[in-house]
């Protein structure tokens, strides 16, 4: 059974920080890109952050730039996002995604994890 489990979401005080993590069971982890994306209500879906199979390459939206960063663990079949100086905005419901190396098969998702940002 292939799964995503997603953890580490909360109520967190602007300035704060939070590390979010996925791990993924039935799969061959290192096979896969692994990307965050989040969704606030009324917003488009917006991509966060993306990491290549070896954690060597990363790219992030411009609005998490300096604050985010992406990492895997390909031994515990895990990535990560740390979360650090959250504001109000990036208040959303973040998931996970899983992008397999043979594009015609079709990507994973997590079920969401909750993230607000509030005083």
């Known amino acids: 059974q292939v799964q995503l489990v997603e953890s580490g979401g909360g109520l967190v005080q602007p300035g704060g920080s939070l590390r979010l993590s996925c791990a993924a069971s039935g799969v061959a982890f290192s096979w896969y890109q692994m990307k965050w994306y989040r969704q606030a209500p009324g917003k488009e879906r917006e991509l966060v952050a993306t990491i290549g199979t070896s954690g060597l390459s990363t790219s992030y939206a411009d609005s998490v730039k300096g604050r985010f960063t992406i990492y895997r663990d390909n031994a515990k079949n895990t990535v990560y996002l740390q979360m650090n100086s959250l504001k109000p905005e990036d208040t959303a419901i973040y998931y996970c995604?899983?992008?397999?190396?043979?594009?015609?098969?079709?990507?994973?998702w997590g079920q969401g994890t909750q993230v607000t940002v509030s005083s």
């Open positions: 995604n899983a992008v397999p190396v043979a594009s015609r098969l079709s990507s994973l």
